[in-house]
């Protein structure tokens, strides 16, 4: 099946309390976000993956969403369900069935948008052959929502409750694929939440959770809504990649002080060109403590530096920036990693946000300094990764370089065919 003929159902019937100071006379899906409405963002992503049929549930004026956009959306043909009694995410999804063309269907939230590629989890969740996928997306801050615990091959373990201080994690994006039987299996006129309810009943059935890097928003309290518009304009702004530089991607050498010492991590080169195929920034940031123990000065660093850039030059590859900190420990510096200075200065000057950056490296002081900032991190175990892949807590374990490339393009969707061109 192509997803054209998949039926998509928007979850338009909040009640929005939160809100109301906001948008008072209003259903939460017809806040206007930069002169439109919220829904209008939803269903552009619809139209853009390919969808040509939109049930939207409808519940707290429901009529005035039915005013508003008709029967159409562009290319996209519009269909109501209205309920007459407030019957939650889950009820809501179960009334709607009878509007529905197709299985599996496309179900999203009203109230949030993830920026994911929606094709991409469609043929992985048609790959998987599973009953029921739910888009997870992270955040730099979990506490509000709770986070979604998965196994290694995207099963979902658990629906953690909300926590107070949590930080970085995985939660549900608000973007399903669910099979008729599944939704079948919800009570009828009953209320009941997919999140709260519904899921957590689902886990151990077949529910898996796809990891995107897509950024997300909810806009259900007023401080969210006021940074939608943002949110929007930001999506075009590029994504950096912030790479240790010694043994993840040049080969480990101790106090390494000479441009002869400089060798590249095999597929180092191949992995950092793949990332500029994605459209990542590329930025390295380093501790070079050997200047300040007086082992080598700035200048022979000035010409390590040379020499990667000349040899990433001939793999196709061009650094956006490449920062060093020349302290001990001791000096107590706001630049040495696991510290944040490199990492702001580098983000200021080249204008992206450290919270949706992908941070990878070998040692505890990168992982610590991607979790501080809210990045997604990868440990790499070349160089002195393989002593710490049991005692970090960076979200991801991988080999080398090369598969923490193409970990990445997973979470992006891209596969590796994609990324060459053939």
């Not at 043909?77 to 309920?83: A, H, I, P, T, V």
């Not at 950092?272 to 200048?299: A, E, H, K, W």
Request: glycine share 12%.
């Amino acid at each position: 099946m192509e997803l054209s003929r998949v039926t998509a159902v928007i979850l338009a019937g909040g009640l929005g309390t939160r809100l109301r100071s906001k948008v008072s006379d209003q259903p939460k899906v017809l806040a206007e976000v930069g002169a439109r409405p919220f829904l209008a963002y939803l269903l552009d992503q619809l139209a853009a993956a390919g969808c040509r049929r939109v049930v939207l549930c409808t519940g707290y004026l429901g009529e005035k969403v039915a005013r508003a956009f008709g029967k159409n959306h562009g290319q996209l043909r519009l269909l109501y369900s209205q309920e007459r009694t407030p019957l939650g995410t889950g009820g809501a999804l179960r009334l709607a069935l009878s509007h529905v063309e197709s299985d599996p269907v496309l179900v999203m939230n009203g109230d949030s948008y993830c920026d994911t590629d929606i094709n991409a989890f469609w043929n992985w969740h048609r790959r998987r052959q599973v009953p029921a996928s739910v888009v997870l997306a992270r955040v730099a801050w979990s506490e509000r929502y709770g986070q979604v615990k998965v196994d290694m091959d995207g099963r979902i373990l658990e629906f953690a409750e909300k926590q107070r201080g949590a930080e970085a994690g995985w939660i549900n994006a608000g973007i399903y694929l669910l099979s008729g039987e599944m939704i079948q299996s919800i009570p009828q006129e009953a209320i009941s939440s997919l999140e709260k309810d519904v899921f957590p009943r689902w886990v151990g059935c077949g529910l898996s959770g796809y990891m995107s890097l897509g950024r997300f928003i909810d806009i259900g309290t007023p401080e969210d809504f006021a940074g939608a518009k943002n949110f929007f304009a930001g999506m075009k702004q590029r994504r950096y990649v912030v790479l240790d530089r010694d043994g993840t991607i040049i080969e480990e050498r101790e106090y390494l002080s000479g441009p002869d010492q400089v060798a590249l991590i095999p597929g180092a080169g191949v992995a950092l060109r793949d990332l500029r195929q994605m459209g990542f920034g590329l930025v390295v940031i380093t501790n070079q403590s050997g200047i300040g123990r007086g082992f080598f000065d700035r200048g022979q660093l000035e010409r390590i530096h040379r020499r990667l850039e000349e040899l990433l030059e001939r793999e196709g590859v061009q650094l956006d920036g490449l920062y060093f900190c020349p302290h001990v420990p001791d000096d107590d510096c706001d630049c040495r990693k696991p510290k944040l200075g490199l990492l702001e200065k580098a983000a200021k000057e080249l204008g992206f946000n450290p919270q949706h950056s992908v941070v990878i490296g070998d040692k505890p002081c990168d992982i610590e300094m991607g979790r501080r900032a809210g990045a997604l991190t990868f440990l790499v175990q070349t160089g002195y990764g393989s002593q710490f892949k049991n005692a970090l807590s960076a979200d991801f374990v991988v080999g080398d370089l090369s598969a923490a490339s193409q970990s990445i393009g997973r979470l992006l969707g891209v596969e590796r065919t994609q990324i060459h061109g053939h």
